[in-house]
């Protein structure tokens, strides 16, 4: 597994991104997350999507913005952003992991792979 984040940015409040987590190793079976850190906070939980399909959002982060899905043809998992706002300005970063059940989704400690992290800089 190579993972592969990008699609950061810098976008005024209300705007859209996309983040995609792509992995360049073409690996199958994996769960994974997307979480996201501000300077200054921990690491939380923003979506993940279990293999093969079922998905969980951080409710009190996603608020209905936040879409996930997933291109399995291009080994690339999606987090469309809509209505950013400037507490969303953190660096993302995507996770993968093998054998997770729906509840670990948003454990951190329960995925392998992590990438490299996508600034996404939400002003006002």
């Known amino acids: 597994v190579q993972l592969q984040a990008s699609g950061g940015g810098l976008v005024q409040a209300g705007g859209s991104l996309r983040l995609s987590c792509a992995d360049l190793?073409?690996?199958?079976?994996?769960?994974v997350g997307w979480f996201r850190q501000a300077p200054g906070k921990e690491r939380e939980f923003v979506a993940g999507i279990r293999w093969p399909g079922s998905i969980k959002y951080n409710a009190d982060v996603v608020k209905g913005r936040f879409t996930l899905s997933r291109d399995s043809a291009k080994n690339t998992v999606y987090l469309q952003m809509n209505s950013l706002q400037t507490e969303d300005t953190a660096v993302y970063y995507c996770a993968a992991g093998r054998s997770l059940i729906f509840s670990s989704l948003p454990r951190a400690g329960a995925y392998e792979h992590w990438g490299q992290g996508t600034q996404v800089t939400v002003s006002s």
């Open positions: 190793g073409r690996s199958s079976g994996y769960s």
